[in-house]
């Protein structure tokens, strides 16, 4: 009997009810092709990981009393299990049929990809931003020419695959030998960024990171925790400081004007909406908040860039 090819790592906090339909999900579309599943309780404080032990013996949860970076949790979860793929998974994904056979045929086929992603959807069906432009001067060029933008809301529209900069970071489906060489992520990233790290490396050792259509998921984007104002204003802010620090540990050129770079991007964002604003008949904004949010991080980066 062959020995299933992947390990999968599902990191989770006090998400029980999506945990359960991420591991369910494997179970049901790819039993066969798994090795192990490992979930890295991250310090939850619901009990839900004795509750998924109840609810799956043949996981194995492994509870830890401090929250550790998703990076470090990712990294903790990989050390389990020898098969030559690992699967990093947010908790909030569900793995439609086929998704795992068509990526493990895709890197049989293709020996220098070291990492692959599939296609995200929402629930409804419409499709999710599945890869991203490094941070820094190539991500701040997209979102100039409003490419990035586009992605954010309309999610990626390849039918065939392809090469990317990165692989979004809640379905990271690596090559293990690729993963070790470059000693997994990089565990300065606490939450963000660490996707584009990981993937900036692994270009960096030639390997490549592609994007896979044909494997689908459905990611409840956003569903790990609801959030006030100013807990967003929080969340955008921690996602600009991990931006700043990816520019900061691979050396980007003129990395010191980056913050104005982002700063400059977000006022032109700023001033388009409230051109759109102007006009009638708009519709109704889905983030009403969205304004006070980015002036909170252009705040944040004028300020990052006047004490380097």
Same mark, same amino acid.
């Given at each position: 009997?062959?020995?299933? !090819? ?18 369910? #999900? ?5 039993? +066969? ?13 619901? *009990?839900?990981?004795? +509750? ?5 013996? #043949? ?24 098969? !030559?793929?690992?699967?990093? #998974? ?13 990526? =493990? ?11 692959? #992603? ?6 409804? *069906?419409?499709?999710? $931003? %599945?890869?991203?432009?490094?941070? *820094? ?80 998921? =459905?990611?409840?984007?956003? *569903?790990?925790?609801? $959030? %006030? ?26 990395? $010191? ?35 006070? =949010?980015?002036?909170?991080? =252009? ?10």
């Amino acid at each position: 009997m062959l020995v299933p !090819p992947v390990d999968v790592v599902i990191i989770h906090h006090n998400t029980l009810d999506l945990t359960s339909r991420c591991i369910q #999900s494997l179970l049901d579309t790819a039993g +066969e092709l798994v090795a192990s599943i490992v979930v890295v309780d991250n310090a939850s404080s619901d *009990g839900s990981g004795n +509750e998924l032990r109840a609810r799956f013996p #043949s996981v194995s949860v492994l509870r830890r009393d401090q929250p550790l970076s998703y990076a470090a949790a990712c990294n903790d979860g990989a050390r389990y299990g020898t098969a !030559p793929y690992l699967l990093l #998974s947010n908790s909030d994904v569900e793995y439609q049929p086929g998704c795992i056979g068509h990526m =493990i045929g895709y890197m049989e086929q293709h020996l220098q990809v070291g990492v692959c #992603s599939p296609l995200q959807r929402y629930p409804d *069906g419409r499709r999710q $931003r %599945s890869w991203g432009y490094f941070p *820094g001067w190539q991500e701040i060029a997209a979102l100039m020419v409003g490419i990035e933008t586009i992605h954010n809301r309309r999610g990626h529209r390849d039918s065939q695959p392809r090469a990317v900069p990165y692989c979004d970071g809640a379905v990271l489906f690596c090559r293990r030998a690729a993963y070790q060489q470059i000693g997994g992520m990089d565990e300065r990233f606490s939450f963000f960024c660490e996707d584009a790290d990981l993937c900036y490396r692994l270009w960096q050792k030639q390997w490549h990171c592609h994007f896979v259509p044909d494997a689908t998921v =459905i990611h409840h984007r956003g *569903g790990t925790w609801q $959030r %006030s104002l100013e807990q967003m204003i929080a969340y955008e802010q921690q996602n600009m400081a991990a931006k700043l620090l990816f520019a900061q540990v691979q050396h980007a050129p003129a990395r $010191r004007l980056i913050p104005l770079g982002y700063a400059g991007v977000l006022q032109l964002f700023q001033v388009a909406d409230a051109m759109v604003r102007s006009l009638p008949l708009q519709r109704p904004r889905r983030n009403p908040h969205r304004r006070v =949010i980015r002036q909170a991080c =252009i705040a944040f980066l004028l300020q990052r860039h006047a004490t380097k």
